[in-house]
């Protein structure tokens, strides 16, 4: 069974940069779209980024232009790259595997976020 597994979350200054991780124990290709997802305490899970199989992204509002989600098959692990960094950007960061059904199935522990102004 897929697992997936987040890291490179921490604490960054406002205006910095952090790169995350999602490591999945199987190819990624398995999953039709991967995502990543973040959650305040006492809020929802909202979405952040996405990346189809055939390489397609998409983003919210929120963090287009400043997150980009990329793959390195090879490695069978999907990254969130987030420059820009607002204390509005604090979370914990979830990525997610769609394995066709159009539902984000498979989730990882998620990693924590914080910036500071």
Do not use: H
């Amino acid at each position: 069974q897929l697992q997936l597994v987040e890291s490179g979350g921490g604490l960054a200054q406002a205006g910095g940069s952090l790169r995350l991780s999602c490591l999945a124990s199987l190819r990624t290709f398995s999953c039709y779209q991967m995502g990543w997802f973040r959650q305040v305490a006492g809020k929802e899970r909202e979405f952040v980024a996405r990346i189809r199989s055939g390489g397609t992204t998409y983003y919210a509002d929120s963090v287009k232009g400043r997150f980009t989600i990329s793959r390195d098959v090879a490695k069978n692990t999907v990254y969130l790259q987030m420059n820009s960094l607002k204390p509005e950007d604090t979370a914990v960061y979830f990525c997610a595997c769609d394995g066709g059904t159009g539902q984000y199935d498979i989730w990882g522990q998620g990693t924590q976020v914080t910036v500071s102004s």
